[in-house]
């Protein structure tokens, strides 16, 4: 069954310092990868795909298969980048359905 | 459209009452999917709707839990007798394939 692990329930760093979120998972096949953010009091919403390669609000994140991780990471972290981050992994059912499985999540707290 | 719509937003009820919650996705998604989160976990699938269709149920769906799709638009999650474990966020979403909207979720507290 596939797993999805992020190791650090919480994560503080000061603002301008780099931010690294880590994220491991374990599947035998290739799933595709994604990162969740929930800032306070909103709605969980996607922050970013792996296999749209893009970067979105400073951050990235590549999939290193060796290594079965997929950090999320940011150069210069800003007091805005506070929430809880999940890590998720979906495939594609035989029923047709992109189900998700995600991590318990990281809080990030940026320190001004 | 203002995105997936779920009521209510708190919901406390006595243990062994039942308990109904709705979900309204966006209207062009064919696909709506439940989860619960519980505290310091990650959401956890529950089910999955095709349009009216349910084609996916999680183990942790016991059978006092039962969700609907009517006419593949709105979806509702019953949850008969309620036990205090039952006490979660319960979030739907919506989607077309990868990219889900999730509504705000139901918090459910059993006392």
């Known amino acids: 069954a596939q797993r999805v692990t992020q190791p650090e329930k919480l994560l503080s760093v000061f603002k301008g310092a780099p931010v690294e979120l880590k994220c491991n998972y374990s599947y035998s096949g290739s799933p595709e990868l994604f990162w969740y953010v929930q800032y306070s009091r909103q709605r969980l919403q996607l922050l970013l795909r792996?296999?749209s390669r893009e970067s979105i609000k400073g951050f990235t994140a590549d999939l290193n298969k060796g290594e079965t991780s997929f950090h999320l990471k940011k150069p210069f972290a800003q007091e805005e980048d506070s929430a809880m981050y999940y890590c998720a992994l979906t495939l594609l059912s035989g029923a047709g359905s992109y189900q998700l499985t995600f991590g318990k999540g990281t809080k990030l707290s940026v320190i001004p | 459209d203002t995105g997936v719509s779920q009521d209510p937003r708190h919901k406390i009820t006595k243990r062994g009452q039942n308990v109904t919650f709705r979900c309204d996705p966006i209207s062009e998604h064919n696909r709506l999917y439940w989860y619960r989160q519980t505290l310091g976990q990650g959401p956890e699938f529950l089910t999955y709707f095709q349009n009216e269709a349910q084609l996916e149920k999680s183990r942790l769906l016991s059978d006092r839990f039962s969700a609907e799709r009517p006419k593949g638009s709105f979806s509702t999650l019953e949850i008969q007798r309620t036990e205090q474990g039952d006490s979660a966020m319960y979030l739907c979403?919506?989607?077309?394939?990868?990219?889900?909207?999730f509504g705000s979720g139901t918090r459910l507290t059993v006392v």
């Open positions: 979403a919506s989607s077309f394939a990868y990219g889900y909207t």
């Open positions: 792996h296999i």
